[in-house]
C-alpha cells in the first residue's frame, strides 16, 4: 500500500471517528436534556401531589372539628387553630420585622393593624417610637423576618393562646445580626386579630 492509500484511509477513519463522536455526543446530550426535562416534570408533578396530599389532610382536620365526636372534636380543632396561629403570626410578624428605611418602620402599625388590636399596636415594645425610626435612619438599619415558630397552649372557641419564637436579622453598615425574641400571645377569633403580644426577652 502507498503512502497515498494509506493517507486517504486515515482521513477517511478520522472523518468517521469524528462523526460517530459527534453523533454520540448529540445523542448523549439530548439524553441528558431528556433527563433533566423528566426530572423537572418529577418534582412538578411531585409538588402537586404533596399540595393535594395536604389541603385533603387539612380539609379532614376542618371537618372534624366541627363535626367530629367527643374523640375526634378537640383533635381537629387542635389542629386547626395550630394552623390559624401560625398563619396569623407570620402575618402579624411579618409586619412587624420586614423594614428597609424608616418609612418602612413607621408604617408597620398601619399595616399590622389588619391583624393586631389598637392595644398591641400601641405597645411600643413591638413598633417602637419616633426614636427608633430616627434610629433605623441614622444607622442604615434593615430589619428582615427569618423564620416564625408558634406553639399552641390554649383554646377556647373565641380565642388562641400560644407562644411565639421569632428569628430575624438586622442588617447595618458594621455587619448583619441575627435575633431571636419570644412572645406570649392571644389571637381573638371573633376579631381576626391579635388582643394580647408580649415580649418575653425584650
Same mark, same amino acid.
Given at each position: ?14 472523518v468517521?471517528?469524528?462523526a ?11 439524553a441528558?436534556?431528556?433527563?433533566? #426535562? ?14 393535594k396530599? $395536604? ?38 410578624f ?6 428597609s428605611?424608616?418609612? #418602612?418602620?413607621?408604617?408597620?402599625? #398601619?399595616?399590622a ?19 427608633g ?9 434593615? $430589619?428582615?423576618?427569618? $423564620? ?8 377556647d372557641n ?7 419564637i421569632?428569628?430575624?436579622v ?31 426577652n425584650?
Open positions: 500500500m502507498n503512502k497515498k492509500a494509506l493517507h486517504v484511509i486515515l482521513a477517511v477513519t478520522t468517521v471517528l469524528c460517530t463522536t459527534i453523533f454520540f455526543r448529540v445523542k448523549s446530550d439530548q441528558t436534556n431528556n433527563l433533566r #426535562d423528566s426530572n423537572k416534570q418529577v418534582k412538578k408533578e411531585k409538588t402537586k401531589y404533596e399540595k396530599k $395536604s389541603d385533603i389532610s387539612n380539609n379532614i382536620y376542618y371537618y372534624i372539628s366541627k363535626n367530629g365526636d367527643e374523640k375526634t372534636k378537640p383533635i381537629g380543632q387542635q389542629y386547626v387553630n395550630s394552623e390559624l396561629l401560625d398563619t396569623a403570626s407570620n402575618k402579624l411579618g409586619f412587624v420585622f420586614n423594614y428605611n424608616s418609612d #418602612d418602620y413607621r408604617k408597620r402599625k #398601619d399595616l393593624s389588619s391583624i393586631a388590636t389598637n392595644d398591641v399596636l400601641n405597645n411600643k415594645t413591638i413598633f417602637g417610637d419616633v426614636k425610626a430616627n434610629v433605623v435612619d441614622s444607622l442604615g438599619l434593615k $430589619s428582615s423576618l427569618d $423564620s416564625v415558630t408558634s406553639y399552641l397552649n390554649a383554646q373565641n380565642s388562641i393562646k400560644g407562644i411565639v421569632v428569628k430575624y438586622i442588617n447595618s453598615s458594621s455587619g448583619a445580626k441575627e435575633g431571636t425574641k419570644t412572645y406570649n400571645v392571644i389571637y381573638d377569633k371573633s376579631q381576626g386579630k391579635f388582643s394580647k403580644v408580649d415580649s418575653i425584650n
